[in-house]
């Protein structure tokens, strides 16, 4: 109904203001003096002729402009097409051929987008009961805010389309496109002309001088954004009925809640739309983000329309309060590209006031690319990113983040810029503990406030070669030459426990696994800790640069010349007096 609105809105327009012209000519002409009768009704008969041919002729110009645009750019309006319904879209043997340098380039077959409708249907996954819900007349006006760099032409436009589509037009103020440097010559006078004729007033198109990365981005769009609420998503993105209205609502009970739609997964081969399940966001030390279950009260309360507690979020959709926003500081200015800044908001916003939920009743669809846009090493900049969300918001367990990255607290060499002004912002909100966002937020997560010392873990006799943990399956620690990824990260904790690999995330996920002798075989296992029973077995006697020793057998974890593999082999035997060394300690306090 809204995009019908819309349609029409131009066209009524210009219809008033040419029978307003007729009108106030008709007036003139009859103060005049006419003596002859048929000439005056002449006159009425020409000008409503006239009249008429005008109002056709305009309804021919808008029906043109607003269907004729996509044509011209090779693109489809309309509800009918391939994907219709949401379901798979194919390709002939001849147009896969044709498809396949396009879908290297976008990270998604582009080739098959430009097939599919701007206005496709999507089928409605929320739960039952958020169909009956109904909301408050007197929502808040919504900016919508789309970040875009070499995106394809369709799939932009798809997301504009969906979104007056499915957004009452009472509660879309307008739609903020951010062109973070494009170089496509499409997204340039092509996007633009075609939104301006399509959409007049409602889309904005800001462009960046040059790329800054998502992160400032979004903080443009922001500043150009004039609606009470603003939304933030990926320009890859389809929205579904009645989205907006329980997340506005939502945020018009309390403007300090950041809400985020459910988001189901576009595939990126076919345009499939696949619903995912119920979750919330979460993430690991090293501030990846990733779906966990919701929480254990909201499943207890057996409503699954309602709200879902998420300590933070995905990242690519998230709707807030503009003037709450500001308040707390926006995104990170001083992150790069994009990484870790999702992560910094969920905790930012529970510290300091506000809260983040996830709602089942708003459901966006989402491309999940195989490639990402900005560069192809993102583990470099979500690093940067993630020390400076330590070192500002997560007190005594900023050292987690180091771990898992397995990189010293100090003197690591990597540049995470100044941080004063994040910390000073922190203080001025009287922001509560990251103990505090634990217990109460994130409980799931797990905690390694035990550890004494990580990273590589070195033997005198090889000194190239470091503990690593080898395939999964085998369950054997082994050595390899070493490059100091998760795969080599060696932790001893207080209680004596040797672990090996990438730190666990939640509670509910498998921990790190741990080194065991076992007493039966000569090489170390590698084991879940917490299914081991016997604590001697998994636990050892070490000091720095001094032997491994297992506390059940008394046997040491050393080192033998081999002529296979990469000289050396990894077992255990009796103790020669081999010394070992974990790269990196852990002072009290920190």
Not at 121 to 145: A, G, H, N, V, W
Not at 216 to 235: H, P
Not at 391 to 404: C, G, L, N, P, R
Not at 537 to 546: A, P, R
Request: hydrophobic share 35%; charged share 25%; glycine share 8%.
């Amino acid at each position: 109904m809204a995009v019908l609105l819309r349609r029409w809105r131009g066209l009524l327009v210009l219809n008033l203001m040419v029978v307003t012209g007729f009108m106030i000519f008709w007036s003139k002409c009859k103060s005049r003096s006419i003596k002859n009768i048929e000439q005056v009704e002449l006159v009425q008969t020409a000008s409503q002729e006239t009249l008429l041919k005008r109002l056709s002729f305009l309804e021919e110009v808008v029906y043109r402009q607003l269907n004729g645009l996509s044509r011209s750019l090779g693109l489809i309006e309309g509800y009918e097409g391939r994907g219709k319904g949401g379901l798979a879209a194919t390709l002939s043997p001849d147009e896969q051929v044709k498809a396949k340098d396009l879908g290297e380039k976008y990270g998604y077959n582009a080739y098959l987008s430009q097939k599919i409708s701007l206005d496709r249907s999507l089928p409605d996954f929320r739960p039952s009961k958020c169909k009956e819900l109904t909301y408050r007349k007197d929502l808040p006006q919504i900016s919508l805010i789309f970040i875009f760099v070499n995106e394809a032409l369709s799939v932009i436009l798809r997301s504009v389309h969906s979104a007056v589509n499915h957004t009452p037009a009472h509660l879309l103020k307008e739609i903020i496109l951010v062109d973070d440097d494009s170089d496509d010559d499409q997204l340039k006078g092509p996007l633009e002309e075609y939104v301006n004729k399509r959409y007049p007033g409602l889309v904005k198109i800001v462009r960046n001088k040059k790329r800054e990365g998502l992160i400032r981005a979004r903080i443009e769009g922001w500043k150009a954004a004039t609606g009470e609420v603003t939304g933030f998503f990926d320009a890859h993105v389809e929205f579904t009925p009645s989205w907006a209205e329980p997340v506005l609502s939502r945020i018009k009970e309390n403007r300090k809640r950041i809400i985020l739609p459910s988001i189901d997964n576009i595939k990126q081969d076919t345009f499939e739309l696949v619903p995912y399940g119920d979750s919330g966001h979460g993430y690991n030390w090293e501030l990846w983000c990733m779906y966990i279950s919701p929480p254990k009260e909201w499943w207890d309360a057996g409503d699954v329309s309602a709200p879902i507690r998420t300590p933070a979020m995905i990242g690519c959709s998230f709707v807030v309060n503009r003037k709450f926003f500001g308040e707390i500081g926006l995104l990170d200015p001083g992150m790069d590209v994009y990484g870790a800044e999702n992560i910094e908001l969920g905790i930012k916003v529970w510290l300091c006031g506000g809260s983040m939920e996830v709602l089942p009743c708003s459901r966006v669809a989402h491309i999940e690319r195989r490639k990402k846009p900005y560069h192809n090493n993102i583990g470099y900049f979500a690093r940067r990113n993630s020390l400076r969300v330590a070192e500002v918001w997560m007190d005594d367990y900023k050292s987690h983040v180091y771990m898992a990255w397995n990189i010293p607290m100090e003197d690591h060499g990597i540049d995470i810029g100044d941080i004063s002004q994040r910390v000073a912002l922190r203080k001025s909100m009287n922001c509560k503990s990251f103990q505090w966002y634990l217990d109460n937020v994130y409980p799931e997560m797990r905690n390694y406030n035990n550890t004494l010392f990580y990273g590589e873990l070195r033997n005198n006799k090889a000194s190239n070669l470091c503990i690593d943990q080898g395939e999964k399956e085998n369950h054997t620690a082994i050595l390899y030459p070493c490059h100091g990824e998760t795969p080599q990260l060696a932790r001893y904790t207080k209680e004596g426990f040797l672990y090996l690999g990438s730190l666990g995330s939640t509670k509910l996920t498998e921990d790190t696994r741990c080194i065991v002798d076992d007493k039966n075989s000569r090489f170390p296992q590698l084991l879940n800790c917490e299914k081991i029973t016997n604590v001697r077995q998994k636990s050892w006697h070490f000091f720095q640069n001094d032997s491994i020793v297992n506390v059940d057998t008394g046997r040491c974890l050393e080192v033998i010349p081999t002529k296979g593999g990469f000289g050396f082999e990894l077992l255990l035997q009796s103790c020669t007096g081999q010394k070992w060394n974990i790269k990196h300690s852990i002072k009290q306090g920190q």
